[in-house]
């Protein structure tokens, strides 16, 4: 599986306007036309640009936003939980991910997947590696996957302003992997090759369902995946 969500996925840069990389982030294809989903909140850098990189395409391909929410989690007002960003890139992809459409239950087994600073296994085979840079860099990133899976935990955000709290519908509480979620923000939550969620944080996925509700609202195609 680890093969097929390499080919829906790609790594999002965030340059300033010195074209220095200042964030990263993962997005993944949703149908062959270039519509990807992610989370907000890598693009909410002001004067900034972000582009995509395609694994074994030479150039970076310039991102266009197709919809935005972005709230942050101590503003929060309401029990949705908003950092969703669907974009599209001049491309058609080699392969996009079906979405779930309707919710899965806690404990079920996931696997999270994206681009990260972590080397994969077997491409540091002695400590002289570590300073290859024809291997490693400060510009290196790596597609990883981490298997974890569904809790019942219900994640609640607190309004720094009015002492609010709210407990989140839309959102999957998960097991976390700890950092090694840094870079793959954005990448899909997945179970049995369908998409049922994206990664927002370690221990939060914005869910499926919630997200189809949005692309049918934006007239977004996309591939349904019933639940067995």
Do not use: W
Not at 76 to 101: C, F, N, Q, R, W
Not at 185 to 200: E, K, R, T, W, Y
């Amino acid at each position: 599986m680890e093969n097929n969500l390499k080919k829906v996925c790609f790594s999002i840069l965030v340059k300033d306007k010195d074209e220095e990389i200042i964030d990263r982030g993962t997005g993944f294809f949703i149908n062959d036309k270039g519509n990807f989903l992610s989370v907000c909140h890598i693009f909410k850098h002001k004067n900034c640009t972000f582009s995509a990189i395609i694994d074994g395409e030479p150039s970076e391909y310039i991102i266009t936003e197709i919809y935005n929410e972005y709230i942050p989690q101590d503003e929060i007002t309401s029990a949705i939980y908003k950092d969703l960003y669907v974009g599209k890139i001049s491309m058609s992809p080699e392969a996009h991910l079906a979405l779930m459409t309707e919710t899965v239950s806690a404990s079920s087994p996931v696997t999270m997947a994206g681009f990260n600073k972590i080397p994969n296994e077997g491409l540091i085979m002695s400590q002289e590696d570590l300073f290859n840079e024809d291997l490693i860099n400060e510009n290196s990133v790596f597609f990883n996957t981490y298997e974890t899976k569904i809790n019942d935990q219900k994640q609640h955000k607190t309004n720094r302003t009015t002492g609010e709290y709210y407990f989140m519908d839309n959102i999957y509480s998960v097991d976390s992997v700890g950092a090694k979620v840094r870079g793959i923000s954005g990448g899909p939550l997945v179970i049995d090759s369908a998409c049922i969620g994206i990664v927002n944080n370690p221990v939060e996925c914005v869910n499926s369902k919630y997200i189809i509700d949005k692309l049918v609202s934006l007239g977004i195609p996309f591939t349904p995946c019933i639940k067995v």
